[in-house]
């Protein structure tokens, strides 16, 4: 994997936008490692509530914003933002979801292997890990829909993040059709990482 390929590709956007299928589709083009900081918080939280250690952070996923006996009537949306806001950042400081993936993505950055983290939304827990990766080797995909209307009762913690302060190129895109996406993140790739666009094409290397 050349360098030309970003290193570090972080996913954000406002619920429902299509932030998880955009980073499923980068990783099987760059066989990138994709994985979101909100799996560890899901985990952990799952912990909390007493529930098994084996249940899959999926497990809600159908139903994140219904009201759920096991989080004491909470959504599992609002009980992951509860935990989060209340537990984990008071206790162990803003960037701990950020550096509990930290070695996550030294390692693949030794093996010039792409992480793709979708779900980002603080700027405090992406810090370490574009200083891990290095700004120059960071993309920044900023997932919208044009058809999007937040529903009023859906409650986000998560802001819209600028990281062009902190030197990392940023993109503004929809998920589209999978060929229109890659197209876009491959000319954005070409323009400011100076790679050649056929050669972003993983599977013809």
């Known amino acids: 994997m050349s360098s030309k390929v970003p290193l570090l590709f972080l996913i954000s956007g406002l619920p429902r936008t299509g932030k998880n299928r955009a980073g499923a589709i980068l990783s099987n083009h760059f066989n990138g490692d994709h994985f979101a900081l909100s799996d560890i918080l899901k985990k952990e939280t799952h912990k909390y509530y007493g529930l098994s250690a084996d249940l899959s952070v999926f497990h809600f996923e159908d139903n994140k914003d219904v009201p759920n006996e096991a989080f004491d009537g909470l959504t599992p949306r609002e009980a992951y933002i509860n935990y989060s806001e209340t537990i984990i950042k008071p206790k162990f400081g803003k960037s701990h979801l950020g550096e509990l ?59 819209t993040l600028n990281l062009k302060t902190e030197g990392v190129a940023e993109l503004t895109i929809g998920p589209a059709d999978e060929v229109d996406f890659m197209a876009g993140v491959g000319r954005f790739i070409g323009k400011h990482f100076g790679t050649p666009l056929l050669f972003l094409d993983n599977k013809s290397n």
């Open 101 to 159: 993936v930290l070695k996550r993505v030294m390692d693949n950055k030794n093996k010039q292997k792409p992480s793709i983290i979708s779900g980002v939304g603080f700027i405090e827990e992406v810090l370490p890990l574009i200083n891990c990766a290095g700004q120059e080797h960071t993309i920044h995909l900023i997932i919208t829909r044009d058809d999007y209307q937040q529903p009023k009762q859906l409650v986000d913690s998560r802001q």
